[in-house]
């Protein structure tokens, strides 16, 4: 049974990073190694994928004694002079096996290809670089992520009276779409564009234990043949303000 799951508009990192396990996949059982050991290899990058769809982002806080889930050791400048250089006050002394499943799963990979004597090897190293790249850019991606939406909600959380938080983004064009299509595939193409406008405003209520209560305004505009540019941009912004 085929999976149905809509990947449509997910974001390049997202899009490249999965689609990277697949070409490593299809690498791995092209490799002069035994049946067997292919199966393991690419049962640990099973594992290692889906762990970047679900595990990680749950693991991350901005303080953790596991180097990789530490997202103040993850941003941080490594030059200690540097305005962007954060200190963690804690030992990084705890391991995260899954982590680690997906560094070694890597590694292994590229040393399998490295020490190969096989013709195809300087199309495999090329492919496998490039995969393993996209593969690390998504999980930069994963930490930036939490960072933004927990500014998101910090700003959300102490909105003053008088103010208001706008978000705004493009949201599906409305035109047949390709299977796991992304979202550099797909801006510039002709369609019906549809953008949303999100504004949160204090509601002046508050909850038992004191949260304010926000109210929330959506405003979506469909633009005939637009090429989402600045133009499209600033008119919708316009028409919605
Ligand atoms: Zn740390
Ligand atoms: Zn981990």
Redesign the pocket.
């Known amino acids: 049974m085929s999976q149905r799951t809509s990947l449509a508009g997910l974001d390049d990192y997202t899009a490249d990073g999965a689609e990277s396990f697949d070409v490593l996949e299809n690498l791995v059982s092209s490799l002069p190694i035994t049946k067997s050991e292919q199966q393991q290899i690419i049962t640990q990058l099973h594992n290692a994928k889906r762990?970047l769809k679900i595990?990680?982002s749950l693991?991350l806080s901005l303080q953790s004694n596991?180097s990789?889930?530490c997202v103040d050791f993850a941003l941080s400048d490594s030059n200690p002079k540097s305005d962007f250089y954060i200190n963690c006050n804690h030992h990084h002394n705890n391991d995260?096996e899954?982590?680690e499943n997906l560094v070694a799963t890597l590694t292994q990979i590229t040393e399998l290809i490295r020490t190969s004597s096989n013709p195809k090897k300087d199309e495999w190293e090329y492919d496998c670089t490039a995969s393993i790249n996209k593969i690390y850019e998504w999980q930069k991606h994963l930490v930036r992520h939490f960072v933004q939406s927990k500014s998101k909600n910090d700003i959300l959380n102490n909105l003053k009276p008088d103010a208001a938080f706008w978000l705004r983004d493009w949201s599906m064009k409305i035109l047949p779409m390709e299977y796991r299509e992304k979202a550099s595939s797909w801006f510039g193409k002709r369609g019906m564009s549809q953008e949303v406008d999100v504004f949160w405003t204090p509601s002046g209520k508050t909850t038992s234990d004191g949260q304010q209560i926000l109210q929330k305004y959506v405003y979506v505009t469909m633009l005939d043949q637009s090429s989402q540019d600045m133009h499209a941009v600033g008119a919708v912004a316009d028409q919605v303000l």
């Open positions: 762990y595990g990680f693991n596991v990789s889930h995260c899954n982590c």
